[in-house]
C-alpha cells in the first residue's frame, strides 16, 4: 500500500518556517527588552552611585584599582571613582585623639594589674595623625577603622604589660613620669611601622582600688601626722638652740660692753690724770689772773671813784654859777619888769588924765570877761554916749536905755 505524504511533509515545513519565524522574533524583543533593562539599570546604577567623588579640605583619598590593584593619592577636590572598579577611602590629615575605655575605671570589665596584682583604672589619652607619605600603604594594608581596630590595641597592649612592671604607688605618684615616657616610646614606634604619627600620650586620673585607696588615706594621716611632729621637733630644736644662740650672743654682748666700759673708764682715768697735768697750771694761771682782775677792778674802781668825786664838785660848781646867773637873770628880768611897769604906768597915769572914761572900761575889764566895753565920745546934747552909734530913738526909748546904762 503506497501512502501519498507530500501533502503532510508540506503543511510541517510550513509549520517548522512559522515556529522558527516565531522564535527569531521573540528572540529580537528580548535583545531589545535586555538592552532597555540594561540600560535602565545603568541609569539607575549612576543616580545611585555617580561615578564623581570628592574629597574635603583637611582630608587626601586614595583610589584603588580593583583590576590592576594600583593605587593613587588623591588630594582635596572632586574626583573620579567608577563603581565597581574603583574604591575609595578618605583619610583626614587632622590630629586624632582616642581614649580607650578599657582599663579606665579599676571596678571595670577590663582594669589594669599592678606588680602587686591589684586592679586600677588609668585614663590614657592618644593624640596622634596620618602620615601624608605613607596614605597609600595605610589604604592597602590598614583596616578601615584606625581608632578601633590599630590605635587603640596598639595602646592597650604596651600599657597593660607596662603598668604591670609597677606597683600602684609607683603609678599613682612617685613613677608617673617615667612611665608615661616607657608608654609614648613604645607606642610611638608601633603606630610609625604602620604610617601612623603620634603627637602626645598623656596619662591622666588613676582610678584606685577602694581598699587601697582607705589605707592609702589613713597611710597619708599618718605620714603627714609624723611629719608633722618631724617639724614639730625640729622647730622645738630649732627654738632651743635658737635661745642658746641668743643667751651665747647675750653674754658675749655683755662681757664686751663691760671690757668696753672698764676699757673707757681706764682711758677717762688716763685722761683724766693727762688732763690734769695740763689743767692745775692752767688753774694756777687762772687764780693769778684773777687776782690780777681784783686788783685791776679795783684800781679802776677807786679810779672811777676819784673821776665820778671829780665830776660831782664840777658838777656842783656847774650848778652854782647856773643858778648864779640864773639868779643875776631874775634880777635883771625884775629891774627890766618894774621899769616897763613904771613907764607902763606913767604912760597909763597920762592916758587916764586925758581920758578918764578908760577909768570905767578898766574896771569893767576886771569885773567880767564877757562883758566889753567900747569907748566913745560924749554926746554933745547930753544924751547917751552910744546914740552916735546905734541911732536915734524915740524920747523914752532913749530915756530907759539912759537908766540901764546908769544902773
Do not use: C
Not at 155 to 165: D, H, L
Not at 355 to 365: E, G, M, N, W
Amino acid at each position: 500500500m503506497n501512502l501519498n505524504l507530500t501533502p503532510l511533509t508540506g503543511a510541517l515545513d510550513k509549520a517548522f518556517s512559522l515556529a522558527a519565524a516565531g522564535l527569531r522574533s521573540l528572540a529580537e524583543r528580548r535583545r531589545l527588552i535586555v538592552a532597555v533593562g540594561l540600560a535602565g539599570l545603568g541609569a539607575w546604577a549612576l543616580l545611585t552611585h555617580p561615578p564623581v567623588d570628592s574629597v574635603p579640605a583637611g582630608d587626601v583619598a586614595v583610589r584603588l584599582n580593583r583590576l590592576t590593584g594600583s593605587s593613587e593619592v588623591l588630594a582635596e577636590g572632586p574626583v573620579l571613582r567608577l563603581p565597581g572598579l574603583h574604591e575609595l577611602r578618605r583619610f583626614t590629615l587632622r590630629d586624632q585623639v582616642v581614649r580607650p575605655d578599657a582599663g579606665r575605671k579599676a571596678g571595670g570589665s577590663a582594669p589594669y594589674q599592678s606588680l602587686e596584682g591589684l586592679s586600677l583604672g588609668v585614663d590614657v589619652s592618644v593624640r596622634y595623625a596620618v602620615d601624608p607619605a605613607k596614605v597609600a600603604s595605610i589604604a592597602r594594608s590598614l583596616p578601615t577603622q584606625l581608632d578601633a581596630e590599630v590605635v587603640e590595641p596598639a595602646v592597650q597592649a604596651v600599657t597593660y604589660k607596662t603598668f604591670a612592671r609597677y606597683t600602684v604607688r609607683e603609678i599613682f605618684s612617685t613613677k608617673r613620669a617615667e612611665i608615661q615616657q616607657t608608654i609614648d616610646s613604645e607606642v610611638r614606634a608601633k603606630l610609625a611601622a604602620d604610617g601612623i604619627v603620634l603627637k602626645s600620650l598623656q596619662i591622666g586620673k588613676v582610678d584606685l582600688p577602694a581598699d587601697y585607696r582607705r589605707g592609702m588615706d589613713r597611710l597619708l594621716a599618718e605620714e603627714l601626722e609624723a611629719e608633722k611632729m618631724r617639724y614639730t621637733l625640729e622647730l622645738k630644736e630649732k627654738q632651743v638652740r635658737q635661745t642658746e644662740l641668743e643667751a651665747l650672743a647675750d653674754k658675749a654682748r655683755r662681757e664686751t660692753a663691760a671690757a668696753a666700759s672698764a676699757s673707757e673708764q681706764v682711758i677717762a682715768a688716763k685722761a683724766q690724770e693727762e688732763a690734769m697735768k695740763h689743767v692745775l697750771p692752767f688753774k694756777q694761771k687762772q687764780i693769778e689772773q684773777r687776782q690780777l682782775e681784783a686788783e685791776a677792778d679795783k684800781a679802776a674802781r677807786i679810779k672811777q671813784a676819784e673821776a665820778s668825786a671829780q665830776a660831782r664838785k664840777i658838777e656842783a660848781a656847774g650848778e652854782a654859777e647856773a643858778r648864779q646867773k640864773l639868779a643875776d637873770a631874775e634880777v635883771y628880768r625884775l629891774d627890766r619888769v618894774g621899769r616897763t611897769q613904771s613907764e607902763q604906768m606913767a604912760r597909763e597915769g597920762a592916758l587916764l588924765s586925758r581920758h578918764p572914761l578908760l577909768i570905767q572900761k578898766t574896771v569893767a575889764d576886771k569885773l567880767s570877761d564877757k562883758v566889753q566895753v567900747i569907748i566913745a565920745p560924749p554926746g554933745a546934747d547930753g544924751r547917751f554916749i552910744g546914740s552916735g552909734l546905734v541911732g536915734r530913738l524915740p524920747a523914752p526909748q532913749a530915756q530907759a536905755t539912759v537908766e540901764e546904762k546908769d544902773e
